[in-house]
């Protein structure tokens, strides 16, 4: 089957083919996708030191309590760490370490090693009553026991229950111990030497010696030593450094270093991170993630999980195989169960403590726009798949967003949003300086209406109605049509403005020229009012041949200036000149990133219904160029928007990266990335760019596309669970429609991705 096929399938709209023809599309196929499951400690002062997961799949915390194990725990529902009381001969003890051996738990106390596995005959009387450090291993044969005790000075040896080595450091404590398999020898870490072990030979080697070192993993005949300012590698064979202590990490303050799944994590006094193969990290920072930041181990857990035990408890980082397509299935179910209102896709808010069970929904400055955006991903992915199931999705917000109209009780005129009557504040104006007001009595004694509609929520009702109008048949499109009929005939008929139930035009809504061109050719407002309003009224005409909306068009762009302000370059957007007005200082303080996205989805009116082959060559003109301004963003929806114009090269392994790194989680956990030496931070600039090059969507804390991508923290607490319903599943839908992204391939054992997450 085809690409192509993907993107005509049940329907012939001519924009499925403006993607070029020799445009490769992504093949689906499962990738890695991360996510974690917390289990938080009920005590967070208590001490926790180790965890491992044997064979059984059986997970262990040790604290300065005993032992733990999670309990209960989900995907965005968390579970606790609870005592263990499994085996009550080894609870009862007072353990000071556990580790692994062939997969099996060991467990260290003031007298002996031991384990519950090989029918609990391994028992080693280690003679160190303060021993808290060990490590184990097979010995000459791979199949003999080895194993190393340290108190933070003796060190001791066995091979099958006989010590065969004893001794210290010289001036040195050990805090850390590490056997190597390959070589049957044991490395010995102290605060300020590494040292080797030949158990054989009974020698105990220097081999560096550096302050402040912090922890040691050996991987692939290399040395990996962490200090409180980076790490060092250095040559297990010849203990040669190679390069220089490296010090670009997302924090250098190293407090673990371990081996997982064959690759190498990090832990640290601010998160952990997993080296890739490109060199640079995956951050795992917040409670997006981990139940704290202050790392004190890592270890594997069943599967493909990752165990990173912090102060506060214990993170699953999971890592299971998934196509793009039940991705966008997994944010259908989050949006469905929680973020429906009236039809509405809206965000959800008043979450106390990330408890979803606390969520409530309520009528939000946005949710038109929101909807709109949901929407159209359900219009693109019943054109694509025939899913009864979409189309309903998507039925019952046109519903909704055609229930904007018929409440206010004017003509052509809707509304912010509606609520049931008395739980919004009435004001008798629709405007008086805040987006919290504009309530006003419906008709119907059981609703309530919000005015003060803006252009931003303008765009969202012709961004749908006119893929309505297009996409779909008989009744469902002619009741779109006379939406968009009726919306442009009011503005129109008002002198290119929205006039709220006051009489006076909102505060956004305003096309006017004396409006548009009263600001200078810098203030991003005169081009993207050109710009979004001559893509309405093309729409409109296409759709109602009304000569009207043809003429006006003309009119605005040719006498007053219209088409050179939509073609103006972004590179020549910037802050007001002296002697600019207040207005327009304070509008161009900074890039306004919602007016990108009003731009994007309005450019689904633009090129496609020019008027002209000139013209549509012109839109494409200023389309690239709004798109290469955006590009270091690497959002998939402008990506894609851009691919709309028939564009060979518009990003597509950018756009690939962007979904498959969008977090499943989407609480908006305090996040924090300032603090980073593995970025490269550039000056402070109009666009508000803070890096080199933008974070990973689920290491960064804003998702929105309105929202500057590049802002680097967001502290505070939890407010709110973002909808995917716009930020993804508008851009992925999008793709398949367009024929860029294909159907799954299969879930193979191995697939090739773009990164190793």
Same mark, same amino acid.
């Given at each position: 089957?085809?690409?192509?096929? +993907?993107?005509?399938?049940?329907?012939?709209? !001519?924009?499925?083919?403006?993607?070029?023809?020799?445009?490769?599309?992504?093949?689906?196929?499962?990738?890695?996708?991360?996510?974690?499951?917390?289990?938080?400690?009920?005590?967070?002062?208590?001490?926790?030191?180790?965890?491992?997961?044997?064979?059984?799949?059986?997970?262990?915390? %040790?604290?300065?309590?005993?032992?733990?194990?999670?309990?209960?725990?989900?995907?965005?529902?968390?579970?606790?760490?609870?005592?263990?009381?499994?085996?009550?001969?080894?609870?009862?003890? &007072?353990?000071?370490?556990?580790?692994?051996?062939?997969?099996?738990?060991?467990?260290?106390?003031?007298?002996?090693?031991?384990?519950?596995?090989?029918?609990?005959?391994?028992?080693?009387?280690?003679?160190?009553?303060?021993?808290?450090?060990?490590?184990?291993?097979?010995?000459?044969?791979?199949?003999?026991?080895?194993?190393?005790?340290?108190? $933070?000075?003796?060190?001791?040896?066995? /091979?099958?229950?006989?010590?065969?080595?004893?001794?210290?450091?010289?001036?040195?404590?050990?805090?850390?111990?590490?056997?190597?398999?390959?070589?049957?020898?044991?490395?010995? %870490?102290? &605060?300020?030497?590494?040292?080797?072990?030949?158990?054989?030979?009974?020698?105990?080697?220097?081999?560096?010696?550096?302050?402040?070192?912090?922890?040691?993993?050996?991987?692939?005949?290399?040395?990996?030593?962490?200090?409180?300012?980076?790490?060092?590698?250095?040559?297990?064979?010849?203990?040669?450094?190679?390069?220089?202590?490296?010090?670009?990490?997302?924090?250098?303050?190293?407090?673990? @270093?371990?081996?997982?799944?064959?690759?190498?994590?990090?832990?640290?006094?601010?998160?952990?991170?997993?080296?890739?193969?490109?060199?640079?990290?995956?951050?795992?920072?917040?409670?997006?993630?981990?139940?704290?930041?202050?790392?004190?181990?890592? $270890?594997?857990?069943?599967?493909?999980?990752?165990?990173?035990?912090?102060?506060?408890?214990?993170?699953?980082?999971? #890592?299971?195989?998934?196509?793009?397509?039940?991705?966008?299935?997994?944010?259908?179910?989050?949006?469905? /169960?929680?973020? @429906?209102?009236?039809?509405?896709?809206?965000?959800?808010?008043?979450?106390?403590?990330?408890?979803?069970?606390?969520?409530?929904?309520?009528?939000?400055?946005?949710?038109?726009?929101?909807?709109?955006?949901?929407?159209?991903?359900?219009?693109?992915?019943?054109?694509?798949?025939?899913?009864?199931?979409?189309?309903?999705?998507?039925?019952?917000?046109?519903?909704?967003?055609?229930?904007?109209?018929?409440?206010?009780?004017?003509?052509?005129?809707?509304?912010?949003?509606?609520?049931?009557?008395?739980?919004?504040?009435?004001?008798? &104006?629709?405007?008086?300086?805040?987006?919290?007001?504009?309530?006003?009595?419906?008709?119907?004694?059981?609703?309530?209406?919000?005015?003060?509609?803006?252009?931003?929520? !303008?765009?969202?009702?012709?961004?749908?109605?006119?893929?309505?109008?297009?996409?779909?048949?008989?009744?469902?499109?002619?009741?779109?049509?006379?939406?968009?009929?009726?919306?442009?005939?009011?503005?129109?008929?008002?002198?290119?403005?929205? =006039?709220?139930?006051?009489?006076?035009?909102?505060?956004?809504?305003?096309?006017?020229?004396?409006?548009?061109?009263? #600001?200078?050719?810098?203030?991003?407002?005169?081009?993207?009012?050109?710009?979004?309003?001559?893509?309405?009224?093309?729409?409109? +005409?296409?759709?109602?041949?009304?000569? @009207?909306?043809?003429?006006?068009?003309?009119?605005?762009?040719?006498?007053?200036?219209?088409?050179?302000?939509?073609?103006?370059?972004?590179?020549?957007?910037?802050?007001?000149?002296?002697?600019?007005?207040?207005?327009?200082?304070?509008?161009?303080?900074?890039?306004?990133?919602?007016?990108?996205?009003? +731009? #994007?989805?309005?450019?689904?009116?633009?090129?496609?219904?020019?008027?002209?082959?000139?013209? &549509?060559?012109?839109?494409?003109?200023?389309?690239?160029?709004?798109?290469?301004?955006?590009?270091?963003?690497?959002?998939?929806?402008?990506?894609?928007?851009?691919?709309?114009?028939?564009?060979?090269? #518009?990003?597509?392994?950018?756009?690939?990266?962007?979904?498959?790194?969008?977090?499943?989680?989407?609480?908006?956990?305090?996040?924090?990335?300032?603090?980073?030496?593995? =970025?490269?931070?550039?000056?402070?600039?109009?666009?508000?760019?803070?890096?080199?090059?933008?974070?990973?969507?689920?290491?960064?804390?804003?998702?929105?596309?309105?929202?500057?991508?590049?802002?680097?923290?967001?502290?505070?607490?939890?407010?709110?669970?973002?909808?995917?319903?716009?930020?993804?599943?508008?851009?992925?839908?999008? $793709?398949?429609?367009?024929?860029?992204?294909?159907?799954?391939?299969?879930?193979?054992?191995?697939?090739?991705?773009?990164?190793?997450?």
């Amino acid at each position: 089957m085809s690409w192509l096929f +993907y993107g005509t399938l049940f329907h012939s709209f !001519t924009l499925s083919l403006l993607v070029s023809a020799q445009q490769t599309a992504y093949r689906d196929v499962p990738y890695r996708q991360d996510y974690s499951i917390k289990y938080y400690a009920a005590d967070t002062t208590l001490q926790l030191s180790h965890t491992c997961t044997d064979r059984n799949g059986v997970t262990q915390v %040790l604290s300065a309590n005993g032992l733990l194990h999670p309990s209960g725990g989900q995907f965005q529902y968390p579970g606790k760490l609870v005592a263990d009381q499994t085996y009550r001969p080894v609870t009862d003890r &007072k353990l000071s370490a556990l580790g692994l051996y062939n997969q099996q738990l060991i467990y260290l106390d003031e007298t002996a090693l031991f384990s519950n596995a090989w029918a609990g005959k391994l028992y080693i009387e280690h003679g160190l009553p303060a021993a808290r450090l060990f490590c184990v291993g097979a010995f000459e044969d791979k199949q003999s026991f080895s194993g190393l005790v340290s108190d $933070g000075v003796r060190l001791r040896c066995w /091979q099958n229950g006989s010590r065969v080595w004893e001794g210290t450091l010289p001036q040195d404590s050990v805090i850390g111990l590490q056997y190597e398999a390959a070589q049957q020898r044991y490395w010995v %870490l102290g &605060k300020h030497s590494l040292n080797v072990l030949d158990p054989k030979a009974g020698q105990l080697q220097i081999v560096f010696q550096q302050p402040g070192l912090t922890c040691l993993a050996v991987f692939q005949n290399k040395l990996y030593i962490g200090t409180h300012d980076g790490y060092q590698v250095l040559d297990a064979r010849s203990f040669a450094p190679i390069n220089g202590i490296q010090k670009r990490l997302p924090w250098p303050d190293l407090t673990v @270093i371990s081996v997982i799944h064959g690759k190498l994590w990090f832990g640290s006094s601010r998160g952990a991170f997993m080296l890739r193969q490109d060199g640079a990290f995956n951050y795992y920072y917040g409670e997006r993630w981990l139940p704290g930041n202050t790392v004190t181990a890592i $270890g594997e857990g069943a599967g493909e999980t990752v165990c990173v035990l912090t102060n506060k408890g214990l993170g699953e980082i999971r #890592f299971e195989p998934m196509t793009l397509e039940q991705k966008a299935l997994r944010y259908e179910q989050q949006v469905r /169960q929680r973020h @429906i209102r009236y039809g509405f896709n809206c965000d959800v808010t008043m979450i106390q403590n990330g408890d979803l069970s606390t969520a409530q929904m309520g009528q939000r400055d946005s949710d038109n726009l929101w909807t709109s955006m949901y929407l159209v991903s359900q219009l693109f992915r019943y054109k694509v798949t025939g899913s009864k199931e979409a189309l309903q999705n998507c039925m019952e917000s046109f519903e909704a967003m055609e229930r904007l109209f018929s409440i206010t009780g004017m003509d052509g005129f809707f509304g912010r949003g509606f609520e049931r009557r008395g739980y919004h504040k009435f004001e008798a &104006k629709a405007w008086d300086g805040g987006l919290t007001n504009g309530w006003n009595h419906a008709s119907d004694p059981q609703w309530d209406w919000r005015g003060t509609t803006s252009s931003d929520q !303008t765009v969202g009702q012709l961004f749908c109605l006119t893929l309505m109008a297009e996409l779909m048949d008989g009744d469902v499109k002619k009741r779109a049509i006379t939406l968009m009929d009726g919306l442009m005939t009011n503005i129109v008929r008002n002198n290119w403005y929205l =006039i709220d139930v006051d009489g006076k035009p909102t505060l956004w809504g305003k096309w006017h020229p004396d409006y548009v061109n009263s #600001f200078p050719i810098t203030v991003g407002d005169r081009k993207i009012m050109s710009s979004n309003i001559i893509a309405f009224l093309q729409a409109a +005409y296409h759709f109602t041949k009304k000569p @009207i909306y043809r003429q006006e068009a003309y009119e605005l762009m040719e006498q007053y200036g219209y088409l050179d302000n939509l073609m103006r370059p972004m590179s020549e957007i910037g802050k007001a000149p002296q002697g600019a007005g207040d207005w327009a200082k304070m509008l161009s303080e900074e890039w306004n990133h919602s007016d990108d996205e009003m +731009y #994007f989805l309005a450019y689904w009116c633009l090129y496609p219904y020019a008027f002209t082959p000139e013209l &549509k060559e012109k839109y494409r003109e200023a389309i690239r160029d709004h798109w290469q301004a955006e590009r270091p963003e690497k959002d998939g929806l402008w990506n894609l928007c851009y691919a709309m114009t028939s564009a060979k090269s #518009f990003d597509l392994p950018e756009t690939i990266w962007y979904l498959q790194e969008f977090p499943l989680d989407m609480i908006e956990w305090p996040v924090l990335n300032s603090h980073r030496k593995d =970025i490269d931070f550039v000056p402070a600039n109009f666009r508000g760019q803070t890096t080199k090059e933008i974070l990973p969507p689920d290491e960064r804390p804003e998702l929105k596309h309105n929202r500057n991508l590049f802002k680097l923290d967001r502290p505070g607490k939890v407010a709110s669970e973002l909808s995917a319903g716009d930020s993804f599943l508008l851009p992925y839908w999008m $793709g398949r429609y367009l024929g860029v992204i294909s159907a799954p391939v299969g879930m193979q054992k191995s697939s090739p991705h773009v990164s190793d997450r």
